[in-house]
């Protein structure tokens, strides 16, 4: 037997959405079993700054292969371990 769901309420502002979502079960309004995914292909993924010690002759290599390919160093860096962890 389906169980009859609530209706949202209207929110002024997201800061309002926010705090009734955070005190209320989202089942007892939304349907999940009806849920679909979504493609968000604009969202650019976060990044976070790290520092990484290298020798100074690795780095002056991954330079040099970069400048190969015409890419940052810092691009060809993340493309390589990309590329290493899809490996595992």
């Given at each position: ?23 209320h ?60 962890l899809?490996?595992?």
């Amino acid at each position: 037997m389906k169980r009859k769901l609530k209706a949202a309420p209207k929110f002024a502002n997201e800061a309002e959405e926010r705090t009734f979502w955070e005190s209320h079960d989202s089942t007892d309004y939304v349907d999940w079993t009806k849920a679909q995914k979504v493609v968000l292909p604009n969202l650019k993924p976060t990044t976070k700054t790290i520092s990484l010690r290298l020798p100074q002759h690795l780095l002056d290599s991954i330079k040099t292969a970069a400048n190969e390919r015409d890419v940052p160093y810092q691009s060809l860096i993340k493309v390589w371990l990309q590329e290493k962890l899809h490996r595992r």
